[in-house]
């Protein structure tokens, strides 16, 4: 549950390759470098619900073409908030990747994960302490086929969004396949309140 009385599942998972139809305004329009085929990718979002704590997401995505580099953020499939901005998922730190991190937003403010996650509900939700800023470093990863990469999200309601947030909300992000500006791919996660 998101909230004393709001709870929050995974509708659908899907992956985007035409990006005159991304969910996302984010990405930057950079031409595609090469194409290497077809954007062979599974993806998919598990919601963890544990008794007295945030829901959790753990988000996997899995290489089903040849050998690729995959090209993303600091905490891939998902960097950021939601695209109404009500939703803020928390990344677990990874200590298979470098140069990942958050901070907050307010540099007085709370700073560590476990500083932003709250002890328990606030106004009827599990909301952030803190806004946070996670680094923008682009990242890559070489996966073979069938190989797959996973990231964990706390989801948290943002320390300024209204409790409880919009039904639909939609958590997206953009990688490259192939190539550091090639097959420009959107991942989406379309979450549901009620």
């Known amino acids: 549950m998101l909230g004393v009385d709001t709870t929050l599942s995974i509708s ?3 992956v985007n390759k035409d990006r005159d139809n991304f969910v996302s305004d984010s990405h930057r329009d950079y031409p595609q470098s090469r194409d290497d085929g077809p954007r062979q990718v599974a993806f998919e979002a598990e919601l963890f619900q544990p008794p ?3 829901p959790e997401i753990e988000y996997r995505l899995t290489n089903t073409g040849p050998q690729r580099r995959f090209y993303g953020g600091a905490f891939y499939p998902f960097t950021g908030r939601s695209e109404s901005g009500e939703l803020l998922p928390i990344p677990h730190s990874n200590p298979e990747r470098t140069h990942q991190g958050i901070g907050p937003v307010d540099p ?3 700073a560590t994960r476990a500083e932003i996650i709250p002890e328990s509900p606030d106004g009827g ?4 302490n803190a806004g946070i800023v996670i680094l923008r470093i682009g990242l890559s990863v070489e996966l073979d086929k069938g190989d797959t990469i996973t990231q964990r999200d706390t989801i948290l309601v943002g320390p300024d969004a209204p409790c409880p947030p919009a039904e ?3 958590l997206t992000d953009t990688l490259s396949i192939g190539g550091i500006h090639a097959n420009v791919t959107e991942l ?3 979450l549901r309140l009620k």
């Open 12 to 14: 659908e998972t899907s």
């Open 52 to 54: 007295d704590a945030p």
């Open 108 to 110: 007085d403010g709370p």
């Open 125 to 128: 939700c599990w909301r952030a």
């Open 168 to 170: 639909r909300q939609l």
């Open 188 to 190: 989406v996660a379309e």
